[in-house]
């Protein structure tokens, strides 16, 4: 059973314009949520994270909203950039013990200039 | 240059051969980990390392060995392997004193023929 689900698979938004991903989880125990960007190559980096106890974490041009009652989370990039156009996978865990995460299946997003 | 390192970056074996993939990070991190990334799986998590010595079972264990006996190093062991082992392995490490994020590696690309 996929413990955390990821959408869309693919997204394509022009040069300005917001990109929005969405996730969902099953276990109301999670208690860390990260997004992770991944360019083509190269190995998922942490780009920003969000705890259960607020519902907005903003950074930049990026913001994590949660919804812990529909136990949902997304990922807004506003301003959106062609340097942007990577791989975003969400993750949720951190309750049986801090290593072990479970992936979304990502998203694969397209920024036109 | 300090970091964590994937060796080799892309390997082409035979069904039932065995086949070690190499991670080695400067940082002194005690914990370790080995993923696998597959399309519409996003990342699943193999085996964890706390420190030398000491490993543990993630969520697709089977098929995989991991020894760690130096703290720098923590090599991935296909016994015997299958062409669903076909995939991209991350080896990753995680910080001391941040329970929650992870470094990855380059990754090494692994087809099974």
């Known amino acids: 059973q996929q413990q955390v689900k990821q959408s869309p698979q693919s997204l394509i938004v022009q040069k300005g314009g917001i990109s929005i991903i969405n996730c969902a989880y099953e276990n109301t125990a999670f208690d860390y949520f990260p997004w992770y960007q991944q360019f083509p190559g190269k190995g998922p980096a942490l780009l920003i994270a969000?705890?259960?106890?607020?519902s907005e974490k903003k950074e930049g041009r990026f913001t994590i909203s949660f919804n812990k009652s529909a136990k949902q989370f997304s990922l807004h990039i506003m301003d959106s950039q062609p340097g942007d156009s990577a791989t975003y996978f969400c993750?949720?865990?951190?309750?049986?013990?801090?290593?072990?995460?479970?992936f979304g299946s990502g998203t694969k997003l397209n920024v036109k200039p | 240059d300090a970091g964590i390192t994937q060796s080799p970056r892309y390997k082409i074996t035979e069904t039932g051969r065995q086949v070690t993939l190499m991670c080695h990070q400067t940082?002194?991190?005690?914990?370790m980990f080995w993923y696998r990334q597959d399309l519409g799986h996003g990342l699943r998590l193999i085996y964890y390392s706390a420190a030398a010595d000491i490993t543990d079972k993630g969520e697709v264990p089977d098929g995989y060995v991991v020894s760690r006996s130096k703290t720098e190093n923590f090599p991935l062991t296909l016994e015997s392997a299958t062409r669903s082992q076909t995939s991209v392995y991350f080896c990753a490490s995680r910080p001391p004193g941040n329970p929650y994020e992870q470094y990855f590696g380059p990754g090494t690309r692994l087809t099974v023929t």
């Open positions: 940082w002194s991190h005690s914990y």
């Open positions: 993750a949720a865990g951190g309750y049986e013990n801090f290593n072990k995460f479970y």
């Open positions: 969000i705890r259960p106890d607020v």
